[in-house]
């Protein structure tokens, strides 16, 4: 069986996203995107936030966000996705409607912040991260993404690290694997 191609680390991806260029996407893009179903990116974006529950994501701190409506708007992609936290996770809500608390940024903005190539108050000092709302629920969620310890993830849920979990053929799975 070949080898699995190694895949980048953690920090070089940190890396390459300093070097992330200012960007929008085109407005013809976010017009197209705009009309398609925003429940199916709304539920990726659910079970990615489940994956980290518990994970890299401290369920405590986020009690007060259970029941609360949330809305993450990515302005220049034309998404608009609504969840909210419920006592089984976060689950995608019915568009429309009020939200508790928004947040509105472009793609190259929210992946600035995903990449820790800026942060939530640089972003929100310079006016290309706006929220929304109500602002207590607002600092909440930035501390908790805050208070992630990337490194963590970095190691054990980096893609080089997911693969290598992974039952392959003639490999036998461990304790430790799970």
């Not at 191609?5 to 995107?33: D, E, I, K, Y």
Request: hydrophobic share 45%.
């Amino acid at each position: 069986m070949p080898a699995l191609p190694t895949l980048p680390s953690f920090s070089r991806l940190q890396a390459a996203a300093r070097r992330l260029p200012a960007f929008t996407l085109p407005p013809a893009v976010g017009r197209l995107v705009a009309r398609l179903p925003q429940q199916p990116p709304a539920l990726a974006l659910s079970v990615a936030l489940n994956l980290a529950l518990g994970r890299i994501l401290p369920r405590d701190n986020l009690l007060p966000l259970t029941g609360r409506r949330l809305r993450l708007r990515v302005t220049d992609a034309g998404l608009t996705l609504d969840f909210g936290l419920t006592e089984r996770g976060f689950r995608p809500q019915p568009a429309g409607g009020q939200a508790d608390l928004t947040l509105s940024a472009t793609v190259r903005d929210y992946l600035a912040l995903a990449l820790r190539e800026e942060d939530a108050d640089t972003l929100f000092f310079s006016r290309r991260l706006i929220m929304e709302g109500d602002t207590e629920l607002g600092l909440l969620v930035k501390n908790t993404l805050d208070a992630v310890d990337w490194d963590a993830l970095a190691t054990k849920w980096s893609p080089a690290a997911l693969l290598a979990r992974l039952p392959l053929p003639g490999r036998a799975r461990r304790p430790a694997d799970l």
